[in-house]
């Protein structure tokens, strides 16, 4: 079995569930008391949010990186970096090592493909949702994107910063998100992709009316084939 390296922290909430679907998905393939073989290096969420906050995005850059270079010396054959937001870096952190990044959004846009879905909803922080890093990975894979409103982009990320970074998962909140993607739906969204690793501790599939991607499910998945391949 091959060593996963997983930048954490980003949140520790989120970081928390990554651990505990490697170690079941690793258990459920190789039975008895298997686990996974992982390396964790977690940052302070509070330093990532503020540079977040500022655009310093050169800075972000280098402590993933560092993180990156740490696990890669430390063993780990793979890098996942632990949330959606962060790969706006991703390839300064994949040109950092040696050894492959999975992407959380080229793996989701190919679960979507799977289920022939062509139109989806995408959900997450407002730099996943706005900027082109992200929404660029879904669209090579031949997807049409549709992101909310001003308003509810603003709702949805303030309330990934606010509230899910500090482990609140309201009821108001999970009815205001699923107001959002009925909206979406109404709009043609076929399926919606919880874009922010915290979304899926908020929502689950049971709640929604059309199929959902967990991207924290589908990253962790992908780390899984690798290293069991």
Not at 4 to 21: C, F, K, Q
Not at 23 to 48: D, K, L, P, T
Not at 72 to 92: F, P, Q, V, Y
Request: with cysteine; glycine share 6%.
């Amino acid at each position: 079995m091959k060593t996963i390296g997983l930048i954490g922290g980003v949140t520790w909430l989120s970081t928390a569930e990554y651990y505990r679907i490697l170690n079941e998905m690793v258990n459920a393939r190789e039975g008895g008391v298997s686990s996974a073989r992982i390396i964790v290096f977690s940052v302070n969420f509070q330093e990532i949010k503020t540079l977040t906050e500022a655009g310093d995005w050169n800075s972000i850059a280098g402590i993933m990186c560092d993180a990156a270079r740490r696990l890669e010396r430390s063993g780990a054959d793979c890098i996942l970096l632990g949330a959606n937001t962060m790969h706006k870096i991703a390839d300064a952190v994949q040109e950092a090592v040696a050894i492959p990044l999975i992407h959380v959004a080229v793996v989701t846009a190919s679960a979507i493909k799977q289920q022939q879905i062509r139109t989806v909803a995408l959900l997450g922080t407002k730099y996943v949702m706005q900027q082109d890093f992200y929404r660029q990975k879904l669209e090579e894979q031949g997807l049409q994107v549709l992101i909310p409103s001003q308003a509810d982009i603003d709702y949805i990320n303030n309330a990934i910063y606010t509230e899910f970074a500090k482990g609140i998962f309201t009821e108001e909140a999970k009815q205001r998100f699923l107001q959002i993607i009925d909206t979406l739906v109404a709009q043609g969204a076929s399926g919606a992709i919880f874009g922010c690793t915290e979304i899926p501790i908020l929502l689950k599939q049971e709640d929604c009316s059309i199929p959902v991607f967990d991207t924290t499910l589908l990253h962790a998945t992908a780390a899984v084939d690798f290293v069991l391949s």
